[in-house]
């Protein structure tokens, strides 16, 4: 039988290439992820709340909007994904509640951090994390909640930035042993310890390339070699959509009009594919 999401996301990851997973915020941008070849998808928390809420990164979205946009992209594309949980959005019940929802909404991975809620971007300053044990256990009621033992559990530590680079390894270190799947330390701001990070813990890493952000933009290739799981691109996709209405947008409101030839939108059969009509079609034909 074919490996579903989960194994072939476990697979992904294990085999600790650098495998770049873009992210997505709504089922188009998942669809075109799908449609260029890339292998996975996270389904970035701050993109929902930039598009979908037009808010900043700072904890105003909820379990909800992310489950509805994790059934909504579960639904569009065949690809493994990764969920931005936030903070789990409570405590380690509603952790617990958090996994039962996002497994049943289509989750192949799910992400859990240890900041205070309201969380932040990792990539703004002014964050606090929760106590270690307290952060711990809520890895450990994610890992009991799975009703399928393959969902992964990723566990993101932002102790770098408020206790430093040893205390975010140790915290690292003892969410691998609660059970979690993939680690993730979150704003390193020094090249040579996004380098060193793999030697220093057992389970697989991702590492978080935020344009613009706080974190070193090392190559994939060498992320790759030192024995990253995952280099993740969580908002490319989001940057690079919002810069294509600002150009589109910026000619039409100057020159009154925007065409396929000014190389500034797709084309109508081009947006008509990536949304599957010709699929559609036939459908249509078959049911009339």
């Known amino acids: 039988m074919p490996a579903s999401t989960k194994q072939q996301l476990r697979a992904l990851v294990d085999e600790r290439a650098g495998v770049v997973v873009p992210g997505s915020f709504n ?14 998808s996270y389904i970035t928390g701050a993109g929902v709340t930039n598009m979908s809420l037009g808010l900043p990164d700072q904890g105003f979205m ?17 690809l493994p994904l990764l969920v931005d949980a936030d903070t789990g959005f409570g405590n380690a019940l ?11 909404a289509g989750a192949d991975c799910i992400q859990f951090e240890d900041q205070v809620s309201p969380k932040r971007c990792g990539h703004f300053d002014g964050k606090a994390v929760i106590d270690t044990q307290e952060a711990v256990n809520k890895i450990k009621a994610a890992v009991d909640a799975r009703q399928d033992d393959k969902l992964l559990i990723m566990a993101r530590t932002d102790a770098a930035a408020v206790y430093g680079f040893e205390a975010a390894v140790e915290r690292a270190r003892a969410f ?14 020094d090249r040579e310890q996004v380098i060193r990070l793999p030697g220093l813990v057992d389970q697989p890493l ?30 490319a996709a989001l940057q690079g959509a919002v810069f294509g209405m600002q150009n589109a947008l910026t000619a039409l409101r100057d020159r009154g009009r925007v065409t396929e030839e000014d190389n500034l939108v797709i084309g109508f059969a081009e947006r008509q594919r990536l949304v599957d009509k010709p699929e559609w079609d036939a459908l249509d034909a078959q049911y009339s």
């Open 27 to 40: 089922p188009l941008s998942a669809k075109v992820i799908q449609d260029l070849g890339f292998r996975a």
């Open 62 to 78: 909820g379990l909800a909007e992310i489950a509805d946009h994790t059934a909504r992209i579960r639904d569009a594309v065949d």
């Open 94 to 104: 509603n952790v617990r509640h958090t996994v039962r929802v996002l497994e049943r």
């Open 176 to 189: 691998g042993e609660a059970g979690a799947d993939i680690l993730f330390i979150e704003a390193l701001t």
């Open 206 to 235: 991702i590492a978080n390339l935020v344009i613009g952000g706080k974190t070193p933009m090392v190559s994939a290739a060498e992320l790759a070699e030192v024995g990253y799981g995952i280099v993740l691109y969580a908002n």
